[in-house]
């Protein structure tokens, strides 16, 4: 049985969707509607254009932002795959041993996702390393020519 999780406010609730089947609502024309819940009747209408998982709902007057979740949104955040748990990157590692040939970050400068910090070659091949985020390079440690470790710190990093 599919169930979801619906936030409004701060008020968090699990939904069936055999509950949702059985509401008694009637289509008022474009995306308003009366719906009867528990004996109590309510003019609801959803903004067209808002996003499906985060609709923005006008109930009886109200404004209300939602939050909806499905099966699948649950088990992502279940097993914490959420886009929130992220982690800040602070260290610029060494994906695999190699010799540094180029490095094009300096203490200070500000980088972007994606900005090439540096060139490490490795089994004969030249590999860029990139930022994997907005920052700004704490330090340098290591230099043009220097041979590193796989998981040495290569720079730092706000």
Known sequence: ???YSIQIEDTTMEVHCTEVEHMDMVALGGTAYHVIHETRGYTVEVLPG???KN????VNGNRYTVNIQDAHDLLVKQMGLGTGTAQKINDIKAPMPGLILEINATPGQEIKKDDQL?????????????APGDGI???????EGEAVEKGQVIIALE
């Open 137 to 143: 390079v704490k330090s340098v440690l290591a230099k």
């Open 50 to 52: 808002s996003d499906p």
């Open 1 to 3: 049985m599919e169930k």
């Open 118 to 130: 540096l060139i490490l070659s490795a089994m004969k091949m030249e590999n860029m390393i990139l």
């Open 55 to 58: 609709p923005c709902v006008i």
